[in-house]
Nanobody, 124 residues
């Protein structure tokens, strides 16, 4: 069982940047991990994922703007967000799972067993 704690959210103007962090209680190299977001009244959607080998996957709307990475020495997952837009406003969640799965499911909510509590990102 791994515990995940997100940080780094906040309010920023359109065009700005934020860096989210997700500190894990276990070695992140053992897990496939992802960032999801949920805007008010909308379903939680996968934003970016990274597998155990470090290969990233992104949803189309954030491609070339967001970068997912992980630091095994710090047991931390990151999401660098640039060129932020008002439609990026949401609560962002970190997720992790140690099982093997198809990369086609990398941005699927059902793929992940462990979740953080979320951090709010507001872009105006």
């Amino acid at each position: 069982h791994v515990q995940l704690v997100e940080s780094g959210g906040g309010s920023v103007q359109a065009g700005g940047s934020l860096r989210l962090a997700c500190e894990a209680s276990d070695n992140v190299s053992k897990y496939s991990m992802a960032w999801f977001r949920q805007a008010p009244g909308k379903e939680r959607e996968g934003v970016a994922a990274i597998d155990k080998a470090g290969s990233p996957t992104y949803t189309y709307s954030v491609m070339d703007r967001f970068t997912i990475s992980k630091d095994s020495a710090k047991n931390t997952l990151f999401l660098q967000m640039t060129s932020l837009k008002p439609e990026d406003t949401a609560v962002y969640y970190c997720a992790a799972d140690s099982s093997v799965s198809s990369w086609l499911l990398a941005l699927s909510r059902s793929r992940y067993k462990y979740w953080g509590q979320g951090t709010q990102v507001t872009v105006s």
